[in-house]
């Protein structure tokens, strides 16, 4: 990727999340929202437990609950700038090995493209 002439990142001063609210959302996302699986792997006999879970929660079958991940829902942003802003959130040992981060927009939280939670939605379709 190449980066325009001139280009340092973001001022220090513009809002993103902070470490503090990024801890605190992910924990509200495993608690309230089904946030995991802990472990994910692409695997499809993997975290049966969890996906049969998450399925039930979602009202819809384990099979498609598996199809969810956090990088096809439509609350999740990985694009350039968001990705300059989420170097600033220290990874965590949810981060690590388990696919890459992006930002949930409606949890307002560092999610993990390989995860799921109860709050998925797909994405708006453009019409043509």
């Given amino acids: 990727m190449i980066m325009p002439k001139g280009f340092m990142g973001l001022p220090s001063e513009e809002e993103f999340l902070t470490v503090a609210e990024n801890k605190a959302n992910f924990l509200i996302a495993v608690k309230d929202w089904h946030y995991g699986p802990e472990e994910p792997s692409n695997d499809p006999k993997a975290n049966p437990e969890f996906y049969d879970s998450?399925?039930?929660?979602?009202?819809?079958?384990?099979?498609?609950?598996?199809?969810?991940?956090?990088?096809?829902?439509?609350?999740?942003?990985?694009?350039?700038?968001?990705?300059?802003?989420?170097?600033?959130?220290?990874?965590?040992?949810?981060?690590?090995?388990?696919?890459?981060?992006?930002?949930?927009?409606?949890?307002?939280?560092?999610?993990?493209?390989?995860?799921?939670?109860?709050?998925?939605?797909d994405e708006e379709e453009e019409e043509y």
């Avoid at 609950?65 to 990985?78: E, F, I, L, T, V």
């Fill in 54 to 121: 998450l399925a039930e929660a979602m009202q819809c079958d384990a099979k498609d609950a598996r199809r969810k991940h956090c990088s096809n829902c439509g609350y999740y942003d990985n694009s350039l700038m968001t990705q300059v802003r989420i170097e600033r959130i220290p990874m965590a040992g949810y981060d690590t090995g388990y696919g890459y981060r992006g930002h949930c927009e409606k949890l307002n939280f560092i999610c993990n493209d390989m995860r799921v939670c109860q709050a998925w939605e």
